[in-house]
């Protein structure tokens, strides 16, 4: 029979439902019995894998049985038990090339688990944890011009004047004043007002508040349509501003139509990104630039913050 590596044995395995001390505790009896690391060796164990709250017994054994598998390299290497040594990057990573005998899984585990806990118990000594990229979401592509056209049609054609009012609503504020449908949440005919210019300016609350512009093709269109609404109530319908798949309902009570492209937020707000960055020439500058970015954020990122003056007259408002 082959016997078992000392630095590396597993705990027994605790009964099923057993707490989490008493899964500890046969995992310290099966180091113990070796009798490669001392009692408070073990307590140095058990205490540091007790302080990242194992959510279950077999967490607890398996974070125990990593951790005394290092504190015993570091007996046999004479480095110190103590946090600052052992959750040290320099020690765990020459105990981690030390492991020998073990699958690719196993060492990627094993050292999963001691930097688990490094983290929790000598944070000072971590380097940062790698950034994560996130996806973003594709960006949807605009509507064409015609087919904006084809449904402010459609939304003069609706049966009722409420039902009129709050597509032409959604479509300005969407293709006019780029807000999204979580924007739409609080918009009430009193969050628009005129700017000295005469520009019409949409004031959006919520976790992006901010002061938009409407595009002067929409605002006339959108002015209207509010005017005929009762003040406090959002534009697109509806009376609980908290109310979840807040388009929902007025996409659903459309009346025809169904020869137009689907009418969602997100192509909305790309009609609207197109208009504004056309207007400004971002286009012409990005191409003198040598540049193919969609988004420049690292220099945009040093731009100075405009005012609702410089905002107004890049979305063609008067000067």
Same mark, same amino acid.
Not at 87 to 109: D, H, K, M, N, V
């Given at each position: %029979?082959?016997?078992?590596? &000392?630095?590396?044995?597993?705990?027994? /395995?605790?009964r099923?439902?057993?707490?989490?001390d008493?899964?500890? $505790?046969?995992?310290?009896?099966?180091?113990?019995?070796?009798?490669?690391?001392?009692?408070?060796?073990?307590?140095f164990?058990?205490?540091?894998?007790?302080?990242?709250?194992?959510?279950?017994?077999?967490?607890?054994?398996?974070?125990?049985?990593?951790?005394? $598998?290092? /504190?015993?390299?570091?007996?046999?290497?004479?480095?110190?038990?103590?946090?600052?040594?052992?959750?040290?990057?320099?020690?765990?990573?020459?105990?981690?090339?030390?492991?020998? #005998?073990?699958?690719?899984?196993?060492?990627?585990?094993?050292? #999963?688990?001691?930097?688990?806990?490094?983290?929790?118990?000598?944070?000072?000594?971590?380097?940062?944890?790698p950034?994560?990229?996130?996806? $973003?979401?594709?960006?949807? &592509?605009?509507?064409?011009? *015609?087919?904006?056209?084809?449904?402010?049609?459609?939304?003069?054609?609706?049966?009722?004047?409420?039902?009129?009012?709050?597509?032409?609503?959604? +479509?300005?504020?969407? @293709? *006019?004043? *780029?807000?999204?449908?979580?924007?739409?949440?609080?918009?009430t005919? =009193?969050?628009?007002?005129?700017?000295?210019?005469g520009?019409? /300016? /949409?004031?959006?609350?919520g976790?992006?508040?901010r002061?938009?512009?409407?595009?002067?093709?929409?605002?006339?269109?959108?002015?209207?349509?509010?005017?005929?609404?009762?003040?406090?109530?959002?534009?697109?319908?509806?009376?609980?501003?908290?109310?979840?798949?807040?388009?929902?309902?007025?996409?659903?009570?459309?009346? *025809?139509?169904?020869?137009?492209?689907?009418?969602?937020?997100?192509?909305?707000?790309?009609?609207?990104?197109?208009?504004?960055?056309?207007? +400004?020439?971002? #286009?012409?500058? %990005?191409?003198?630039?040598? %540049?193919?970015?969609?988004?420049?954020?690292?220099?945009?990122?040093?731009?100075?913050t405009?005012?609702?003056? =410089?905002?107004?007259? @890049?979305?063609?408002?008067? &000067?």
């Amino acid at each position: %029979m082959r016997r078992a590596k &000392p630095a590396t044995r597993r705990a027994s /395995v605790a009964r099923a439902g057993a707490p989490l001390d008493a899964a500890a $505790s046969a995992a310290s009896e099966a180091w113990a019995s070796t009798k490669v690391l001392d009692h408070a060796q073990l307590a140095f164990c058990r205490q540091a894998v007790g302080g990242i709250s194992p959510p279950s017994a077999h967490a607890a054994r398996v974070y125990l049985t990593a951790l005394a $598998s290092l /504190v015993a390299w570091c007996v046999a290497e004479h480095v110190p038990v103590d946090a600052a040594h052992v959750f040290s990057p320099a020690t765990y990573e020459r105990w981690f090339s030390s492991l020998t #005998g073990f699958s690719e899984s196993s060492r990627s585990s094993y050292r #999963g688990r001691i930097r688990a806990l490094a983290y929790v118990h000598a944070p000072h000594l971590q380097p940062p944890s790698p950034a994560i990229a996130k996806k $973003s979401a594709s960006t949807k &592509p605009p509507y064409a011009e *015609g087919e904006i056209a084809r449904w402010l049609a459609c939304a003069r054609a609706q049966p009722t004047a409420h039902g009129r009012a709050r597509l032409t609503a959604l +479509i300005c504020l969407g @293709a *006019g004043a *780029g807000c999204s449908a979580t924007d739409l949440r609080f918009c009430t005919k =009193d969050h628009l007002f005129r700017h000295v210019s005469g520009a019409l /300016v /949409v004031r959006v609350e919520g976790p992006r508040a901010r002061l938009v512009p409407v595009l002067p093709p929409y605002a006339a269109l959108l002015e209207e349509a509010a005017a005929g609404m009762e003040a406090g109530r959002p534009l697109i319908g509806g009376i609980d501003p908290d109310r979840a798949n807040l388009t929902t309902n007025t996409l659903a009570r459309i009346k *025809g139509g169904r020869d137009l492209p689907a009418l969602e937020m997100g192509r909305l707000r790309a009609t609207w990104w197109k208009e504004v960055l056309g207007s +400004i020439g971002y #286009g012409a500058v %990005m191409a003198a630039a040598g %540049m193919r970015l969609a988004a420049p954020a690292e220099i945009l990122a040093h731009l100075p913050t405009p005012s609702l003056d =410089d905002v107004v007259r @890049a979305c063609g408002g008067a &000067p």
